[in-house]
């Protein structure tokens, strides 16, 4: 029935169970991936949707390393969206809007194409473990089955309780049950564990909504794709998404069953989402604000099932539909089903090491919501490098960590085992020291050469990359030896309301300043005719005019980020004893205890230990 022995096993299948299953396949080792419905593989539990401000930029890392979402996002999509493209090039993030039937079926098919893969069908309910280390699963039918390395990617499912108002029950996610019997195993085993809560809103019937009372929101009109690879190709028809808002009588309306909310009445008392709160906790939290966006999401192509994105509640269903016809052309609206608020366990990620693999059981691995993150990127980077640690372990190789200065994906682990978390983990750009460096542009240039040299990226994307970074490299210098004389460059200068030039001037410099773009510099002859001579794309293009325009920003940025790369190359002890530096703050020593920082640089991001502390480790430690 089974393989003997499984090099990686990947329970659950949601983004980061996905993802890992993937990668481990794709490196070359046998792999199973064990879900409770393969109907639901890859299923997006809350808005159809992938990306947004740094979620975008994490879906092109895991794109550069090999990943599968980027490719399964540009093949749902039904509308294509840049966020902050009045900002600069840091902050710009990619956002599709996707069709949610088309996603996971696109990650199924996509999955069962893969070499080295199986599937099982089955409730896992608890773990093998022996002398410390992960041997195997155990399902709820009895059944054992043996694996070298175990990923657990178990979503909100262990031990979900669901609220809607007054009534709670078992489940996992609507209409799925809980599982059940792995917490139990893993504090059995030692682990910490806590519980977290997040919520979703209604569905509704479009057909019964007033699309013309409510304003239309359009995708890009030149819509870019979230894959580097020649796999996909942009959206030509899009879908509207709509944004109407919340009331003072909508307020009131929802504030009458506050009595009845799991949340105010105290049968939650877990710590949900900061960043994307409930409705009610808005209306309480903002009580000076008379309204409240909500967007009107499609789920689809041709479905008429609409999310609407800042509705999410626990409120009785009653209090909900009464509370939603108050909204602008939501008054004749029709439920598809309830928003709910759903509890699940969850264990402090600083139980891990950068490889996500577990401090107490050697080749156990958590990725994904089990770690107290919050959103479908989030958790489909993290499977994508847990499953990638745990064939590189299979495979006796060194592991793939990624640091703070190479990748968002770098920034969220590091935060995770080093700070720890105890509410659902958000990644936002602001969580960057790096942002100049991790720009969704250029991700193919940061991890395509590592995810190559290890088996995953494929040759393929490898040239694809060096001919991008080649040809842009080539335009900048073009730029930087070519001049544009006075009688060419000045009727554009003026038309852009910038200085004129007296004499003629290298391109580089004209480029740079932050009214030309790149568009303009077109309208120089030589610079139109380097273009179609090389036969350049626009993605090209974008990277030389960054280069352009940030060259001091990107510099200065590196330059940082050398420095702290210094403090990287300290490594400490894997068993140093802290309680013997006397002159180190208790908190210090119990935080350093606790989590087991590697280098001098992780231990000086953990919170309770000062610059002293480090200078005092420093010096104990020789330095």
Known sequence: MFQEVYDVIVVGAGHAGSEAAAAAANMGCTTLLVTMSLQNIAQMSCNPAMGGIAKGQIVREIDALGGY???????????????????????????????????????????????????????????????????????????EIRGKTVVLTNGTFLNGLIHIGEKQFGGGRAGESAAYGITEDLVKAGFESGRMKTGTPPRVDGRSLDYSRMNEEKGDVNPSKFSYSDLTTPLINQRSCYMTYTSLEVHDILREGFDRSPMFNGRIQSIGPRYCPSIEDKINRFADKERHQLFVEPEGWN?????????????????????????????KVKFFRPGYAIEYDYFPPTQLKHTLETKLVEGLYFAGQINGTTGYEEAASQGLMAGINAALKVKEKEPLILK??????????????????????????????????????NADFRLTPMSNSIGLASKKRLIRMEHKFNESEKMVSFFKETSVSVSEANPVLINKETAPIVQSDKMFKVFSRPQIELEDMIKFDKVAAYVKE????????????IQVKYSGYIEK???????????????????????????????????????????????????????????????????
């Open 534 to 545: 090389n036969d350049l794309d626009q993605e090209i293009l974008e990277q030389a005019e």
């Open 404 to 441: 703070r200065d190479e990748a968002y994906i770098g920034v969220l682990i590091d935060d995770l085992i080093t700070k720890g978390t105890e509410e659902p983990y958000r990644m936002f750009t602001s969580r960057a020291e790096f942002r100049t460096l991790l720009r969704q542009d």
């Open 303 to 331: 479905t008429v099932e609409v999310y609407v994105n800042g509705f999410s509640t626990s409120l009785p269903e009653e209090v909900q539909f009464k509370a939603l016809r108050s909204v602008v052309g939501f008054e």
């Open 69 to 143: 979402s980027g490719i399964v996002s540009d093949r749902t999509a039904i509308q294509f969206k840049m966020l902050n493209k009045s900002k600069g090039p840091a902050m710009w993030s990619p956002r599709v809007q996707s069709d949610r039937m088309r996603f996971a079926e696109e990650w199924r098919l996509m999955l069962e194409q893969t070499p080295n893969l199986d599937f099982y069908q089955e409730m896992v309910k608890g773990l093998v473990i022996e002398n410390n280390k992960i041997t195997g699963i155990k399902t709820s039918l009895g059944v």
């Open 557 to 623: 940025e590196r330059n940082n980020a050398n420095k702290l790369t210094r403090l990287e190359d300290v490594k400490i002890p894997e068993f140093f004893d802290y309680s013997k530096i006397k002159s180190m703050s208790i908190e210090a020593k119990q935080k350093l205890t606790a989590i087991r920082p590697v280098t001098i640089s992780q231990a000086s991001r953990i919170s309770g230990v000062s610059p002293s502390d480090i200078s005092v480790l420093l010096i104990y430690m020789g330095r």
